[in-house]
């Protein structure tokens, strides 16, 4: 059973998500590819976007951006 505080930080993970989506996103199709990562986020490796891009399709989706946020495959990215 989730707790309050597993709530709290997943809700703070995707608003998180969603501030790097909206920063990154260039094209607004609201999936991030590694240019546009890389646009926003010149930190962020080759290799970073590959462990966050779970089902290998070379793009992020809101949900696998805020899963590699907070699994910290991603730093977050609200800064």
């Not at 309050?4 to 995707?14: H, M």
């Amino acid at each position: 059973m989730f707790t309050k505080a597993t709530l709290t930080l997943a809700a703070i993970s995707l608003a998180s998500a969603s501030f790097a989506m909206s920063d990154a996103d260039a094209n607004g199709d609201k999936m991030l590819t590694l240019d546009e990562m890389k646009s926003a986020y010149p930190e962020i490796s080759e290799d970073q976007f590959m462990q966050a891009d779970a089902d290998s399709d070379g793009i992020l989706s809101e949900q696998e951006l805020a899963n590699a946020v907070e699994s910290g495959v991603l730093p977050q990215l609200d800064d």
